[in-house]
């Protein structure tokens, strides 16, 4: 992946390396999380809405090593990579290594569905420190200087329930959960500043206050980015509806693998129509943007091959735009693309053809 991410002058690899279904590093201070955060007894059979198990448990997780060899092979070919530590949110695997990081003690497991729950770690000063500690092994393998640390999707009742949490709001002089979790994200930025890093953080970072000096990657849509830049701050802009590359390619119903939702689907056309840098803002402002980036979130991607399939030829259309000014046409690049794909053909990469996958893509879905 990171030959195709040079070839395409993609210059940048982020790694989602926490959630709640798994943590996937291993950190030496705190072995459980991989022990036992990295392994879930089973996983959601066909959308996860239906409720249906396989049963067959699922795990692992990257070595020091492993990481440090990524690291590596990545910057020799001009390719950074940011890991993402999840916070507060998308924290069940951790709470899972390390009960006394959620809010009631309970002794919970790795996550065995998919979407959002609202598992949140505590807001205790031991749990600001566990951070600390985790990041400090991060930094250590990871030079980037943008180090990203979640932010999104991170349900508050269990901060409305915990009298605790509801303490620590008062003392701290918080008017809400959504500042409780802005002073969480600010002690950690402020740590990763003290370390001559850069905080970035995905949109929901902006309620409750934004962090000083943090890097915003707006998914949601545009607006968390137009209002990041707008307040002077640095944005990745990779809205869900245009690159989120784990949704469908053609409709759900015309023969392609199970993905996410049915119906969530993003043809390529889609994608290259998609402008980075969004109008709204102005010829100062949009100095801040960063850049964009296509996320491929894996719940339905088991193999590499399924991670090529996905990814390719929609994340050629990214490349393009990223790297393109916005007058661009679709028909042309088509063009281009079929010249293309027989290179990508020639390093024997899993695309997905123009027309539709071929009989052999289609039975190894089959024999899943
Ligand atoms: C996200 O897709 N929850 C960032």
Not at 61 to 87: G, Q
Request: glycine share 8%.
């Amino acid at each position: 992946l990171v030959d195709l991410l040079a070839l395409h002058k993609l210059n940048t690899l982020h790694l989602h390396l926490t959630d709640d279904q798994g943590w996937r590093l291993q950190i030496d201070k705190y072995p459980r999380l991989t022990e036992v955060g990295a392994w879930r007894r089973e996983s959601p059979l066909g959308y996860y809405t239906e409720g249906k198990a396989d049963g067959r448990p699922h795990g692992g997780f990257y070595t020091k090593d492993d990481l440090r060899e990524l690291v590596a092979y990545a910057a020799e070919r001009f390719v950074n990579v940011v890991p993402e530590i999840e916070l507060p949110g998308h924290a069940q695997a951790q709470i899972a290594a390390y009960p006394e990081l959620g809010n009631t003690g309970e002794q919970l497991e790795p996550w065995t569905s998919w979407g959002i729950n609202d598992q949140i770690v505590n807001p205790e000063e031991s749990t600001v420190q566990f951070y600390r500690d985790v990041l400090d092994e991060v930094l250590e393998l990871f030079p980037s200087r943008y180090i990203h640390i979640g932010g999104d999707e991170a349900p508050k009742t269990r901060w409305r329930d915990s009298e605790r949490a509801q303490e620590l709001m008062r003392e701290r002089g918080l008017a809400d959960e959504e500042e409780l979790q802005s002073w969480f994200v600010r002690q950690i930025g402020a740590y990763l500043e003290s370390k001559g890093r850069i905080m970035v953080g995905w949109d929901e970072i902006l309620e409750g206050g934004l962090a000083p000096g943090a890097v915003v990657m707006s998914w949601r849509g545009e607006e968390g980015g137009i209002d990041a830049a707008s307040a002077g701050h640095d944005v990745i802009i990779g809205p869900e509806a245009f690159v989120y590359l784990d949704y469908y390619q053609a409709p759900s119903d015309s023969g392609e693998p199970l993905a996410i939702h049915p119906e969530k689907f993003t043809d390529i056309a889609k994608v290259y129509a998609y402008e980075p840098v969004p109008a709204a803002l102005s010829e100062e402002q949009r100095k801040h943007v960063l850049g964009s980036q296509g996320q491929l979130w894996t719940e339905y991607v088991p193999t590499p091959e399924h991670a090529e399939y996905m990814l390719f030829p929609r994340l050629c259309a990214i490349a393009e735009v990223v790297w393109s000014s916005p007058e661009r046409d679709y028909a042309d690049f088509e063009g281009r693309l079929r010249e293309h794909l027989p290179r990508l053909g020639a390093l024997a990469v899993n695309y997905r053809p123009l027309d539709g996958p071929t009989p052999g893509q289609r039975a190894t879905w089959a024999n899943r």
